[in-house]
């Protein structure tokens, strides 16, 4: 039996090539940096599935040049990396992974949080030169977290996760959301308030929503100028939802105390980025869903998505449902 071709764009957990080997002929890219460009336009020349990351641009140039291609299955919730209009044009099933990594990422954002907050990357630091002479009261207090208020900005699985958290901090929760979400706001006891009420009136804002032509500098200067001189920006969705260069003053010129960020406009972060310098700001590696049980789940759900529309099937996850009439 001739089976389909699919191609992964990463080297991908074995438990996903379980559910995938003997099914699908794959081709696997096995190095650590990303495929490049021009190596990706010919391998998918005869590619029928793609299973893709957040590093991998899928847009109108790559699907034109795999003519066959059927089923694009990111691996991950976000899908900002692929022209889903375009795909949609094209037929192609469009898939990502929710619900797996949602614990993982909430609880990053409460590490950022509290590190951000308590101070301890510098507190870290400050330690390990030799800085601890002696304890005084004064020296390296941070924000309490708990009684706080929290703004969190989309109240989608992750925004509702966050919030949960939030409650074990007895904290205040504001919510926005593009739509209100009046369905679950009752059962996440946050409170729905415009943008700009949300950004004045929190201690922590914490970003959960998809990036999109929408939310694109969704945070900028105007925004950043509303928050308090003693609030604390997270970052752990997309790093083009904040205007990078107006954060960057907003924590040098302390408009805000600080930033944490799990995600950057352009990724990896170059070293080069004024952001960086800034003790105030917080930075971690795109980890939000680095947790064994989230990336297992991401592996296993990406496989079984891609698996199951290169079988003609409805793929569980599918974001375009537009594209699919048979059912
Ligand atoms: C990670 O950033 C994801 O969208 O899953």
Sequence with gaps: MLLPKAYVGFKIQDVALKILE?????????????????????????????????????????????????????????????????????????????????????????????????????????????DWKVWTPEALVGREVAGSTIGIIGLGQIGQAVAKRAHGFDMNILYYNRTRRQDVEAVVGAKYVKIDELLRESDFVTIHCSLDASTRNLIGEHELRLMKKTAILVNAARGAIVDQRALYRACSEEWILGAALDVFESEPVPLDEPLLSLPNVTTVPHIGSASRGARDGMAMRSAENLLTALRGRRPRDLVNREVWKKD
Aim: with cysteine.
């Design 22 to 130: 003997g099914n699908v002929d794959l081709e696997v890219w096995e190095q650590d940096e990303a495929p490049p460009r021009e190596t990706l336009l010919t391998d998918l020349k005869d590619m029928e599935g793609l299973l893709s990351g957040i590093t991998i641009r899928v847009d109108e140039e790559l699907m034109g040049a795999a003519p066959n291609l059927r089923v694009i299955s990111n691996y991950a919730v976000g899908y900002d990396n692929i022209d889903v209009a375009a795909a949609t044009k094209r037929g192609i099933c469009v898939t990502n992974t929710p619900e797996v990594l949602t614990n993982a990422t909430a609880d990053l954002t409460f590490a950022l949080i509290l590190t951000s907050a308590r101070r301890i990357i510098e507190a870290s630091a400050y330690l390990r030169a030799g």
